[in-house]
């Protein structure tokens, strides 16, 4: 079982910056691919960003390019999203989550087995 708890959220102008972490209590985390999800009132859970297991290819989504940037430490099974130039557009709750492959880098919710429990992120204009 992984149990991941995400902190960092907070209330910030649009043009700051936050920065989310997410601990895995796994005892193998290089095992895992990880990815932030964000979701807004009344829309669906959408991809933010994903890592593999070492760390060498990243993802984004469009909307986040060039402006977030997502990594890890792997001696401390955590994963941070490092957010720049927020917009009020970036509201949301934002979601950890792991994959437990190495083969792969997955940018759909159905590709990861286990969630955090959320952080919400509100921007404010």
């Known amino acids: 079982q992984v149990q991941l708890v995400e902190s960092g959220g907070g209330l910030v102008q649009a043009g700051g910056s936050l920065r989310l972490s997410c601990a895995a209590s796994?005892?193998?985390?290089?095992?895992?691919?990880m990815g932030w999800f964000r979701q807004a009132p009344g829309k669906e859970r959408e991809f933010v960003a994903a890592?593999?297991?070492?760390?060498?290819?990243?993802y984004y989504a469009d909307s986040v390019k060039v402006r977030f940037t997502i990594s890890r430490d792997n001696a401390k099974n955590t994963v941070y999203l490092q957010m720049n130039s927020l917009k009020p557009e970036d509201t949301a709750v934002y979601y950890c989550?792991?994959?437990?492959?190495?083969?792969?880098?997955?940018?759909?919710?159905?590709?990861?087995?286990?969630w955090g429990q959320g952080t919400q992120v509100t921007v404010s204009s």
């Open positions: 989550a792991a994959d437990p492959s190495r083969l792969r880098v997955g940018l759909s919710r159905r590709d990861y087995t286990y």
């Open positions: 796994v005892r193998t985390f290089i095992n895992y691919a």
């Open positions: 890592i593999s297991w070492s760390g060498g290819s990243t």
